[in-house]
C-alpha cells in the first residue's frame, strides 16, 4: 500500500465490461492464460482452469470457442479467467451492461451466491456500475462518484442482508435516495453555475431535448417526472440525461 505500481497488481483480477477473450483460443485456454502469464505448470495450470470452469457453470464448454458461445457464457469464461489467479481483489467494470436483460439477472444471481456460500478465493469486489439498482441488489457499501473531477460525493452503506428483494418498500426507497442524491447534486451545481454571455452548453442531441420535452408534455407526466421515471421511458441512463436537463434549464424550458 502507498507504493507506485510498476507492473500487473499482484493479487487483483479484473472483469472487463466487454468479454476480452481471444477469440483463437478455446474456453480452457482463455481460462490458462493468466496461469501461464505467472509461470504456473502445465498440469496445475490446468487443474485450476477446469475447477473454474466447474465453479462458474461451463462444465462441457472447456473446447468450444468464444464464437460458439452466447453472450452471457462469454462473460462467465471471463469471470472463470479472473478467479483462477485466486485473487485477493475482484474488479468487475460493469461487467453485465452487454448483456441482455434476463442473461445478466441469472449471472448476476449466480455471482452472488457464489460469494455468499464462499465459493470465491476472494476477500473483496469491487464493482463499477451506472445502474443504482445493480448496486443495491449486490453491494455492501456504494459510493457515489462526481465527473469533472472525479470525487466521492456520497458513501452509503446497504444494511439488507442477502439474498435481497427488489420488491422489498426498504429496498425500493434506498434506490430512490441515491437517485434522489444525485439528481438533487446535478440540480443544484447548474443553478449555482448560471449562464453567462459567453458559456458554453454542454453538447447534447437536439432531438433528445424534443423527445424529453414531448414526453414530459404527455400523459402521465403532464410536465413534471423523477428523473429515473423519465429515463426508464426514454431508454436512456440518469446520467445521460443530466446535460439534457442541464441545457433545458439554461434555455428556460424546465
Not at 499482484?10 to 468479454?19: H, I, L, N, R
Request: glycine share 8%.
Amino acid at each position: 500500500l502507498g507504493k507506485p505500481l510498476r507492473g500487473p497488481a499482484e493479487g487483483v483480477a479484473m472483469v472487463f465490461q466487454t468479454f476480452a477473450l481471444f477469440p483463437w483460443l478455446t474456453v480452457l485456454q482463455n481460462v490458462e492464460a493468466g496461469l501461464e502469464a505467472l509461470g504456473v505448470g502445465a498440469r496445475e495450470r490446468r487443474e485450476r482452469a477446469l475447477a473454474a470452469i466447474d465453479l462458474i457453470g461451463l462444465d462441457g464448454f472447456e473446447n468450444a470457442y468464444p464464437r460458439e458461445l452466447s453472450g452471457g457464457m462469454r462473460q462467465r469464461v471471463g469471470f472463470a479467467r479472473a478467479l483462477v489467479v485466486d485473487p485477493t481483489i475482484l474488479l468487475m467494470d460493469e461487467p453485465f451492461s452487454a448483456l441482455d436483460v434476463l442473461t445478466a439477472e441469472t449471472l448476476r444471481t449466480d455471482l452472488l451466491d457464489l460469494w455468499t456460500q464462499g465459493r470465491m478465493p476472494i476477500k473483496s469486489v469491487l464493482i463499477v456500475t451506472h445502474n443504482i439498482e445493480e448496486a443495491v441488489f449486490m453491494c455492501d457499501r456504494i459510493l457515489v462518484l462526481s465527473s469533472n473531477p472525479g470525487r466521492v460525493i456520497a458513501e452509503i452503506k446497504v444494511p439488507f442482508k442477502h439474498p435481497r428483494n427488489r420488491l422489498d418498500p426498504d429496498f425500493r426507497k434506498l434506490v430512490d435516495d441515491i437517485y434522489a442524491k444525485m439528481t438533487a447534486r446535478q440540480t443544484n451545481e447548474a443553478t449555482k453555475k448560471g449562464l453567462e454571455l459567453g458559456s458554453w452548453l454542454p453538447q447534447v442531441s437536439t432531438n433528445l431535448m424534443a423527445g424529453l420535452i414531448e414526453t414530459l408534455a404527455m400523459a402521465p407526466y403532464h410536465g413534471r417526472a423523477d428523473m429515473p421515471e423519465i429515463a426508464r421511458t426514454l431508454h436512456l441512463e440518469v446520467d445521460e440525461l443530466f446535460p439534457i436537463a442541464e441545457v433545458l434549464q439554461y434555455l428556460g424550458f424546465a
